[in-house]
């Protein structure tokens, strides 16, 4: 498994109901409301690391309200 942070830059008001849609992905394991340069704190963890692009681009940057995302994609340790 890959896990992956995603960091979500949301539209004004948008924050609470953008955070719920995410929880409702299959690969997302959690999801925080944050305080700072971002709004939402993702983990995603998927069977490989080339299935991350398509779940950024098709499942979550097409939700209305993401203005940006950022991703960070953990080593094993």
Known sequence: MTKTFILIVTDPGTTRRVANT???LDLVTDVHEVMGP?????ELEAPQLTDVPAILSNDI????????TTSLVAFPV
């Open 22 to 24: 995410l929880k409702t």
């Open 38 to 42: 971002y709004d939402i704190v993702v």
């Open 61 to 68: 940057r097409s939700i209305e309200g993401i203005q940006s």
